[in-house]
């Protein structure tokens, strides 16, 4: 069993302060604030040199970490913790899909991706998503993880997900995994490339959700009915479970449920941005607010912000209309972007908004939006961000 120390020792900040958890391309790093969130200190690396997609604090303990991790060397796993990121273990059977049967070719995981602790009602359970696309659960805490076969055995799983292994420039992913607070047999998945399912009965089946949704190559005819959709980030509204956001490869959607068809909201964005991007997070507490970082993505798709000036864009009336809000940011000549995990919001009265960039930089606004401090600089490649109370 491989175990892993952070380079340096968590902070003695008091329990309860505010925490960022940091995947990079090179390690995983926390940040710990002050109880203002104006002073942040950066401890880490853990496991320096792995790709860490994502790491997730239990909220039903508030002590377990779960971290994924991929070295060139010894592959993909994921790597748990119970005393707050001091100390890491890694799963004794991480996510794996069935071996095939000999002379077929069968489906290999090559990093897991996305985190997701199981519902309230399940204290032990988590879920991942992988690359490519498969759905994964552990009922012991991470430590040994099994793969939802109603998903990644099912004979439509070419169809679903287009079918292929390597798919976009980072390899096809699972992501998305969201349960409804109310009902923890509801569920959301998002893929990339595969669109958005259902499930009401926690995985036996499963129903497309895509209707609404532009297509990227297909006239819109024809969107509809193809799998091969590309949503880069779903967001369920924790105050209104039935109100979900998502930033896709097309633009930022609506949808209110029990409908079944997506609104695109994206198209009150000014013009000259666009509504294109990766990540987007909401509100705690209001379900009309949302915040978006747009990238440019025109042409070959260059992941810069737009013109090189980089923003943030909350709508406060569920996309009716947009505000910029770059009180802080680079004006110019800052041609980063920011991946779909790499945005998160706190609990805080006064909503803390944070986002990590393709630079190595952690933004941060305590204020929603309203003005950005550079917290943390020259981290690697930032690839998602979580907030937390550790």
Not at 29 to 50: A, Q, T, Y
Not at 310 to 338: E, H, I, Q, Y
Request: glycine share 12%; charged share 25%; hydrophobic share 35%.
């Amino acid at each position: 069993m491989a175990k892993t120390k952070a380079k340096k020792a968590a902070s003695k900040s008091s329990a309860g302060s505010s925490a960022l958890l940091i995947g990079t391309k090179k390690g995983g790093f926390i940040l710990r604030g002050d109880r203002s969130r104006k002073s942040w200190k950066v401890n880490g690396p853990i496991m320096l040199g792995s790709g860490v997609h994502h790491m997730v604090l239990d909220p039903r303990d508030g002590k377990t970490l779960l971290m994924t991790g991929f070295t060139g060397h010894l592959g993909p796993s994921v790597f748990r913790s119970v005393d707050g990121g001091k100390t890491w273990k890694e799963a004794k059977q991480p996510p794996a899909f069935k071996k095939a049967k000999e002379g077929e070719t069968g489906k290999v995981v090559k990093h897991n991706f996305w985190l997701t602790p199981g519902h309230a009602s399940e204290p032990n359970v988590w879920y991942a998503g992988t690359s490519p696309q498969g759905l994964f659960r552990s009922e012991d805490g991470g430590v040994t993880w099994e793969g939802v076969a109603s998903f990644n055995d099912d004979p439509g799983w070419d169809k679903w997900t287009g079918g292929a292994q390597d798919g976009t420039p980072d390899g096809p992913k699972m992501h998305s995994i969201i349960i409804d607070p109310r009902d923890k047999r509801h569920m959301y998945i998002g893929m990339s490339s595969g669109g958005i399912h259902e499930t009401m009965d926690q995985g036996k089946t499963w129903s497309p959700l895509i209707k609404g949704m532009k297509h990227a190559f297909l006239p819109d005819e024809q969107a509809d009915d193809a799998p091969s959709h590309d949503p880069h980030c779903v967001v369920l509204h924790p105050a209104k479970p039935d109100r979900l956001y998502m930033q896709a490869h097309t633009g930022i959607y609506k949808i209110d449920r029990p409908g079944d068809r997506w609104e695109r909201i994206g198209l009150k964005m000014p013009k000259q941005v666009g509504d294109i991007g990766f990540p987007i997070v909401v509100h705690p507490r209001d379900p009309n607010t949302a915040w978006v970082f747009p990238m440019d993505g025109t042409a070959v798709w260059p992941r810069t912000s737009p013109d090189g000036k980089p923003a943030v864009f909350m709508t406060s009336d569920a996309g009716k209309s947009w505000k910029r809000m770059a009180n802080g940011l680079p004006k110019a000549n800052a041609w980063w972007t920011v991946f779909r995990q790499a945005m998160a919001t706190d609990a805080n009265s006064s909503v803390g908004v944070y986002f990590g960039t393709t630079t190595g930089d952690v933004w941060a606004s305590v204020n929603e939006g309203k003005s950005w401090k550079c917290i943390a600089q020259n981290l690697p490649h930032i690839y998602a961000i979580e907030a937390a109370t550790l």
